[in-house]
């Protein structure tokens, strides 16, 4: 019998290095179990940002999460962030094994 | 030669940056630079510290961190009256410039070896006193005209920030190992760093040739203050070092620290305590116009005055 795959939510956020402290700790107040982050380099509407040292550094956040506390974690994204830093956020639909882990 | 032979390493970056070549340090080894060079003069300011009576610091270092406080309050009127910046900005700025640069001051006393003058060891002390104070006050002028400030995260960012942890705590092993109980590892902190330096300044000139766009947005008036305002804080440096009858190469230390900017601690914590404030501006000035200013011009010019202000009193 084939494993059984459950729908479930992929938030990417893109975005300067410095944020990773403040998004780690917005993550644990929503009860959010985990996330991956990762080094990214690339351009975009703030320029080069090419990791050279840590104010021109970039991470890409991945957490898989259920709809509502994605619904929640992106009004506050949209409400504190997106005016003063550089992010790229985006959903995509994946399938996962063992839903009850996100 | 006027100046000091390492900061060649920091043009030849500059230059193969300018010049697009493939050069690239990668981004861990900057990291990786910065912690030994900020352990290493945290080492050697605790070794040297275990010379001088701890009372008599503590009446010098008041005179210095309050002298200093100045700075940020002149750089905040000059960039929000004369020079109609946001407020957010002219804060943001002023934190950068009040804070210190530890390579700078890593640079200048490499300068003052070179030239055999001494200077007090307990100096760093001083440049660890002076990196956060500035950035607090920095917050304090951006918010007084309105709502919150994030205090918890941002004293969060200075206070466990690298370059607080690793200096102070280098000062603390320095102190409490002595010079002999730090010999085994001389070779590595204190034989490696001048060369660990000349790595360091390399990977810089990459970097400010990569932020030199940066100076555009900045514009005239930026560009002249990036240069006034470490006149103007070495000014200050030398009359307090006198105050304080520091020695010829102790004066330009402080000197040199009060003309720095600072590009390791305050871009970070701006970052998040001023988060409307475009760093492109305060990153643009401190490290695309102050530090190549220092580096090059600034330390002689340092030198040069304090042995012209010794020679008159």
Redesign the interface.
């Known amino acids: 019998m084939a494993p059984k795959l459950h729908p479930c939510r992929l938030l990417t956020v893109i975005c300067?290095a410095?944020l990773e402290?403040?998004l780690v700790s917005e993550f644990h107040r929503l009860g959010i179990s985990g996330h991956t982050i990762t080094?990214a380099r690339g351009q975009g509407r703030h320029?080069?940002r090419?990791?050279?040292?840590?104010?021109?550094?970039n991470i890409r956040i991945e957490v898989l999460c259920e709809a509502s506390v994605l619904d929640a974690l992106l009004t506050l994204l949209e409400q504190h962030y997106f005016?003063?830093?550089s992010l790229v956020v985006f959903v995509s639909d994946v399938s996962v094994l063992r839903a009850d882990r996100f | 030669m006027p100046f000091e032979p390492v900061i060649l390493f920091f043009l030849l970056g500059l230059l193969a940056g300018v010049a697009r070549s493939d050069l690239?340090?990668?981004?861990v080894l900057?990291?990786s630079l910065s912690i030994f060079l900020l352990l290493a003069i945290g080492l050697k300011g605790g070794i040297e510290l275990a010379r001088y009576p701890l009372a008599s610091l503590a009446g010098q270092a008041l005179v210095v961190v309050t002298a200093a406080a100045l700075i940020p309050l002149i750089a905040f009127a000059v960039l929000y009256r004369m020079g109609r910046l946001p407020r957010a900005d002219a804060a943001s700025i002023a934190a950068h410039y009040g804070s210190v640069s530890v390579v700078t001051f890593a640079v200048a006393a490499s300068f003052l070896s070179r030239m055999e003058v001494a200077y007090e060891g307990y100096l760093v002390v001083f440049l660890v006193l002076l990196e956060f104070p500035a950035l607090v006050i920095g917050v304090i002028l951006a918010r007084r005209a309105e709502g919150q400030t994030r205090w918890g995260?941002m004293l969060h960012?200075v206070l466990s920030g690298k370059s607080i942890v690793l200096l102070v705590g280098g000062l603390l092993i320095g102190w409490l190992a002595g010079p002999e109980g730090i010999k085994p590892l001389d070779r590595l902190f204190i034989d490696l760093f001048k060369g660990v330096l000349a790595f360091f300044l390399l990977?810089m000139g990459?970097?400010v040739a990569?932020r030199l766009?940066d100076l555009r947005k900045a514009g005239a008036f930026l560009i002249g203050f990036g240069m006034a305002m470490p006149l103007a804080g070495a000014a200050l440096g030398l009359l307090v070092g006198n105050l304080l009858d520091l020695s010829v190469g102790g004066t330009v230390l402080l000197a040199v620290l009060f003309a720095s900017a600072s590009?390791i601690a305050a871009?970070?914590a701006m970052?998040?305590a001023i988060?409307?404030a475009n760093?492109a501006l305060s990153?643009g000035a401190a490290l695309g116009i102050t530090f190549p200013f220092n580096l090059l011009i600034g330390i002689p010019l340092y030198h040069g005055m304090a042995v012209r202000l010794a020679g008159e009193f």
């Not at chain 2, 690239?24 to 981004?27: L, N, R, S, T, Y």
């Open positions: 300067e410095d402290r403040p080094d320029g080069d090419d990791g050279l040292w840590p104010p021109s550094a005016k003063s830093y | 690239k340090i990668p981004g900057y990291e995260p960012e990977e990459l970097v990569s766009g590009y871009p970070a970052r998040i988060p409307e760093p990153i």
